[in-house]
């Protein structure tokens, strides 16, 4: 098994879009994600060490779900 993972190798592109060139968004298009593309992001991180998926389609859903649950993260979400 550890003669497999030594020949294992990741390609320069992909190490720059995970690692190196990664960025986190803070800001949002004014137009819905489509949910086939949510099943997809579901489906890639459901099996992480800190999956924690939220989805909240409008305003109306976001604060209240922030009123319970982010009083920690207000600072980070600008509220």
Not at 4 to 16: G, P
Not at 27 to 34: G, Q, T
Not at 50 to 66: G, K
Request: hydrophobic share 40%; charged share 25%; proline share 6%.
């Amino acid at each position: 098994m550890i003669e497999t993972i030594e020949k294992m190798s990741v390609s320069d592109d992909a190490l720059n879009l995970v690692f190196r060139e990664a960025r986190t968004y803070n800001a949002w298009l004014p137009k819905p994600v489509p949910d086939e593309l949510l099943h997809q992001l579901y489906n890639t991180l459901k099996w992480g060490p800190r999956a924690q998926i939220l989805v909240l389609r409008d305003s109306y859903s976001f604060v209240p779900w922030l009123q319970r649950n982010a009083s920690d993260h207000r600072s980070r979400l600008g509220t």
